[in-house]
């Protein structure tokens, strides 16, 4: 134990939510380096989709994420839908809003789970699953999948909201919110918890912008930046709700920012209800857009994604490029890992929230 | 941009108040909570979750509806569907899909695309199989009773219409609204594999009043009945000379 | 502890676009602006000057991706870098010969584009110079090919 | 007073009496000096000690699978979930459990120390095993009963820690290596304040004698309430001391895949995994002794059920403080163990001494 050694944590590791690989150096518990290694899951995404018609490809943006499909399949056709150059009836996009949010939510809540396992308490893990099942239940009802939602479509979502689905989704939220409550006397008010987090794994506001750190992970080192207010979609502009920041940037700070995303997903989800007018849900499309670029991007759970897409004339698109949030956050994850120890990797990695799918495309 | 000082506010109601005795006492409610009622989780096997209508399990037919349009073929993103030959005493010699459950990634589309909502979607998930053979779901085996909520529909508005404020929608192959063929007739060559190809009969080939000079005979062109079309888009793929093509409604 | 706030964007896109055009007449050709987005074609020579202007004087704080795209006669590298401040993005187009796709690496200005230079050397064969760890990430260090290229034959599966 | 081993030792003379009439009655000359030395005093003794242990061992077996069951129905319950549910109320799963370990093949890896791979694992079972023998479960039902049983049963239990460094250090992997040395520090971090708990004990009573303990507890107070600091500190050493979260370091499965068990599989596996829970059943057993006042109870039910009760509701406590809890790393369980348990330890002996020497009780 004298000599510092290389670990591998992967790619077959509990610590690792997919298949990756976390080479680190460790001089006794202390970490020296990290290096992490992707590419076990690259499924050649890209090259894939331009031999795919632009409808065809939506089910396949969904599966780019297992955690949060629905924003994936969303910037795909938010993109497309810039191509093609046409506008979504603002009662779809009412939808659309609604069910990001309820996916932010979702997503949110497996993270947490899987952070919980990290830190060792199963109980985190199935709360939170637990809680999570409200919010499948109800896109089962929408869209009539649990997970590969399939739902949003280039210029419109599939279907219209079921008769009784605004009181379902009151009724899910009321029932959610006292809960969040538990699961955060599960984590902050718990003693150990805040032991394993506070101070873990900091990264301050500069390196984080320079290392292109997005999403929660970049709002906990307290810069206050959001998509959905910075550069608006759908009808972010028109709701009201609050860019949760967190000045500490640590595994605790970035655990609290997504804390209260959830909270201010609700009340973004109950405006959307509200506001909702009727009208149509979908535009008919047509097969082929315009030649042209177009580049969308979204606020998603886990950071910033985007996707640029290139369309030469034809019913398939020619290039499209994504940019996965969890690619760069996982770039950026040496500059936290150094100098912690050993038993922090999980603490750190996980409260990155990883996705591999997305990330290795 | 600006920079502020900021104490962060939020959760300070959150301070780590008694080490672990909160998380204690919710773990202590929920086991009281799940001693006296049940647990949340269900006994798999045994008890199922209630899924509503639209659960998208595998592909299901209802073999009578089918036309054989071959559009569930075509929108396929995994290419999993297949026309195969079958013969029923009902039916006679048709061709109807077959899809390679296997590959299928329940995304729902055959049944979004099928007019004839022949192709619906089934609440039926549990599909492992011993080999890869049981997972090839012929016609026959890929039956499913019918149930009105099995039925994926939708209703759509024109971008036209939309931009003119009017907020009119329409079902799914509204037979008004979807998309027509059209002719270039300098290239037909009246070869009639259109109207043979046909699935809805919805081409006739009808006179045009001139004569072919050479063979002195009536030329015949295909001629589309609007309503009976389900925009298939098989006579365009067997047009030999490239002369019929879609006509999009927008 | 400060928090960073990027409410209101500090200049406008015209702005911005002038600001960057009249510092490199020769090499910045502004394409296309619309809100929140500006689309510029550099030269890639003075490329590198541009990204550190950009960087330093216009507050272009973000790399959110690089994107080479492949179009037969050429390569082309679209930058995609954010602005926080002034609440845009601009789109960077580099054109390269095909015969030899080499750009400077911006990876010490954003560090956030170290790993897209690498897939994009991975997959499109772009190659960084100044990179300072420019290998394969996706696929296998032995290969020799660069499968997202136009030219590259698809395997056929039946 | 009729002891488990007066009993037994009546069965066995009985039985060795029907052995040497049976070769008597043979009426075989040269077997007739078998049938003398079957009746003597060692013979006698000799049987009579392997009966109680084998009897002894049985039962204590069988409440190591009841913890094991006892903690997978009450975790699902504290999780909102079920439990096992093979069997009777989920009771066979651990039969399930064993058949399958047994049947497992026996895996050393190639680079693996083979002797001292395969003595770690014997080292800490026998360990364990050989514990259950130092503990009493009435005045009437053990197997020793000497002056020095608790310092025998502590010296016993600090040897573990032994074995598992040596079983990690020669299954030749680092997760391995890393899981042995977190046990090693962390199970000496935690002896201390152990002892010093126990010395107050001894203090108080004035012997070392299990039942010479309970003994004194019952003529005068549950020490719990004159010690209860030393409760606390014993409670919380003893969860570390028997590795459970969140003091699970040695083998958190997030960082370390299994810590120091990582090569171990099979049967051996499975006595490990028995023997962790044989060491926990030691630690609510010390923990009864000590405080909660061992057998003493009202006189309406045998002394064991009351003991046995103690011993479950202290367990109860155990499963409950994993639930709420996530696991905290290395050098925070050594702080927690050098810099707050033992001074608490230390308070806890001049309170029992100041009592002592106030002549309290």
């Known amino acids: 134990m004298s000599e510092e050694m290389w670990i591998n944590m992967g790619p077959q590791h509990p610590m690792t939510h997919g298949l990756w690989n976390l080479r680190v150096r460790v001089d006794g518990e202390t970490m020296t380096a990290a290096e992490p290694i992707v590419g076990y899951l690259h499924r050649g995404w890209e090259k894939m989709v331009e031999n795919r018609t632009y409808p065809q490809i939506i089910p396949l943006a969904d599966r780019l994420c297992y955690g949060s499909s629905f924003t994936w399949s969303h910037l795909y056709c938010l993109a497309a839908e810039r191509v093609f150059n046409i506008e979504v009836p603002e009662r779809a996009q009412y939808i659309r809003t609604a069910c990001i949010e309820m996916q932010r939510i979702s997503s949110h809540l497996m993270w947490l789970a899987a952070v919980g396992t990290d830190l060792g308490s199963y109980t985190i893990l199935l709360y939170g699953m637990r809680e999570r099942e409200l919010f499948l239940d109800l896109m089962v009802e929408l869209c009539g999948a649990r997970m590969t939602y399939n739902y949003v479509r280039i210029g419109g979502v599939r279907n219209d909201t079921p008769p009784d689905f605004e009181r379902n989704v009151t009724r899910v939220l009321d029932t959610f919110e006292p809960r969040i409550r538990d699961l955060e006397a599960l984590c902050d008010e718990c003693e150990t918890f805040r032991m394993r987090t506070i101070d873990i794994g900091k990264i301050n506001a500069a390196d984080a912008m320079n290392l292109g750190l997005t999403g929660p992970s970049m709002r906990a080192s307290g810069i206050d930046l959001d998509l959905r207010r910075h550069d608006p979609y759908e009808i972010y502009d028109e709701l009201d709700f609050d860019v949760c920041t967190h000045t500490d940037g640590d595994c605790y700070a970035r655990y609290r920012v997504r804390m209260d995303e959830m909270r201010e997903s609700v009340k973004i989800i109950r405006q959307c209800l509200e506001k909702m007018p009727k009208g149509p849900t979908r535009v008919k499309v047509p097969r082929c857009p315009p030649k042209g670029t177009a580049v969308a991007r979204v606020e998603d759970p886990r950071g910033e994604s985007l996707m640029y897409m290139v369309s030469d004339g034809t019913d398939k698109p020619y290039r499209l490029k994504v940019r996965s949030p969890n690619y760069v956050n996982l770039s950026a994850s040496p500059a936290m890992l150094l100098g912690n120890k050993i038993s922090d990797v999980p603490a750190i990695m996980g409260v990155l929230d990883m996705c591999i799918g997305e990330t290795d495309r | 941009m600006r920079i502020e000082d900021m104490r962060y506010t939020k959760a300070d109601h959150l301070r780590a108040t008694g080490y672990i005795f909160k998380s204690m006492k919710v773990t202590f409610k929920n086991l009281v909570r799940a001693t006296v009622n049940r647990p949340c989780t269900i006994l798999y096997p045994w008890e199922k979750l209630v899924y509503p209508d639209n659960y998208r399990g595998r592909p299901g037919i209802v073999l009578d509806k089918c036309i054989a349009c071959a559009r569930c073929v075509k929108i396929c993103p995994n290419q999993c569907i297949e026309m195969v030959p079958i013969e029923t005493p009902e039916l006679g010699k048709v061709k109807r899909p077959q899809i390679n459950v296997a590959r299928c990634m329940m995304c729902g589309y055959c049944a979004e695309e099928c007019p004839t909502n022949a192709m619906m979607v089934t609440p039926e998930f549990e599909l492992a199989a011993y080999n890869r053979a049981d997972m090839m779901f012929d016609p026959i085996k890929l039956q499913h009773p019918h149930k009105p909520g099995y039925e994926v529909n939708y209703s759509f508005a024109l971008i036209s219409e939309m931009k003119g404020g009017a907020a009119k929608t329409y079902a799914k192959n509204d037979p008004e609204m979807h998309d027509t063929i059209v002719l270039d007739g300098v290239k037909c060559i009246s070869c009639q594999r259109c109207a043979k190809t046909c699935p809805t009969g919805s081409i006739e080939m009808a006179e045009t009043g001139e004569l072919n000079p050479k063979t002195k005979k009536p030329i015949k062109w295909p001629k589309f009945d609007n309503a009976k079309c389900v925009v298939c888009e098989q006579c365009v793929e067997v047009c030999p000379k490239d002369a019929l093509s879609i006509k999009e409604v927008l | ?158 | 007073m009729e002891t488990l081993y007066t009993v037994l030792q009546s069965l066995s003379e009985w039985l060795l009496g029907v052995i040497a009439w049976l070769i008597d009655w043979t009426r075989l000359g040269f077997l007739s000096g078998i049938a003398d030395w079957v009746e003597t005093e060692p013979v006698v003794t000799f049987l009579t000690t392997l009966l109680v242990a084998a009897i002894y061992f049985i039962t204590l077996f069988m409440f190591g699978l009841c913890f094991i069951w006892m903690e997978r129905k009450f975790m699902g319950r504290f999780m909102d979930r079920r439990g096992t549910q093979v069997g009777v109320l989920g009771f066979f799963q651990n039969f399930a459990d064993g058949i399958k370990t047994m049947l497992k093949e026996h895996i050393i890896p190639k680079a693996a120390d083979k002797g001292l791979f395969e003595m770690a694992s014997f080292a800490i079972i026998a360990t364990s095993a050989m514990l259950l023998g130092c503990i009493p479960l009435s005045p009437q039902f053990y197997v020793i009963n000497v002056d020095l049983a608790l310092l025998l049963g502590i010296a016993i239990f600090s040897f573990a820690p032994f074995g598992i460094l040596i079983g990690g250090w020669s299954s030749n992997n680092k997760f391995s290596l890393i899981g042995g040395m977190r046990a090693a520090a962390q199970l000496i971090a935690l002896e201390i304040p152990i002892l010093m708990v126990v010395v107050s004990v001894v203090v108080m009573t004035g012997s070392l004698s299990f039942i010479g303990i309970v003994g004194w507890q019952q003529d005068n107070i549950w020490l719990a309430f004159p010690l209860f600091i030393g409760l606390i500190t014993f409670f919380v050493a003893a969860i570390g001391e028997s590795e459970r979260v969140p003091f699970d370091l040695p083998e958190a499965e997030a960082e370390l895949v299994e810590g120091w068990q990582t090569e171990y599989g099979g049967f051996r596996w499975g006595l490990i995994m028995l023997s962790d829970y044989l060491r926990a059943y030691i630690m609510c057993a010390l923990v009864t002794m000590l405080f909660l006042g061992g057998w003493d109870g009202p006189d309406f039910v045998w002394a064991e059920i009351w003991y046995l009760a103690k011993t479950f509701i202290v367990f109860f406590f155990f499963i409950w403080v994993r639930v709420a809890m996530v696991r905290i790393r290395t050098d925070q369980i050594l702080t927690l163990g050098w810099r707050r348990l033992l001074p608490l330890s230390i308070v806890n002996l001049l309170i029992a001494i100041a009592l002592k020497t106030a002549e309290v009780f």
């Open chain 3, 1 to 158: 502890m400060k928090v960073i706030i990027y409410d209101k964007p500090d200049k406008s896109e015209e702005e911005v676009a002038k600001a960057i055009q009249s510092k490199f007449p020769g090499t910045v050709e502004i394409v296309k602006i619309t809100p929140r987005n500006i689309i510029m074609k550099v030269k890639r020579e003075g490329f590198l000057d541009v990204c550190m202007y950009m960087k330093d004087e216009v507050s272009f704080e973000h790399n959110s991706c690089v994107t080479p795209v492949d179009y037969l006669d050429h390569f082309t590298v679209v930058y995609h870098i954010s602005s926080y401040a002034n609440h845009l993005m601009a789109e960077v187009l580099v054109d390269l010969p095909r015969d030899d796709p080499t750009v400077d690496s911006i990876t010490p200005l954003w560090g956030g584009a170290n790993w897209h230079e690498r897939e994009a050397f991975d997959l499109m064969g772009v190659i960084f110079k100044g990179h300072p760890d420019l290998r394969r990430i996706m696929l296998p260090e032995e290969y020799q090919f660069h499968p997202l290229r136009k030219d590259f034959q698809v395997g056929r599966r039946v």
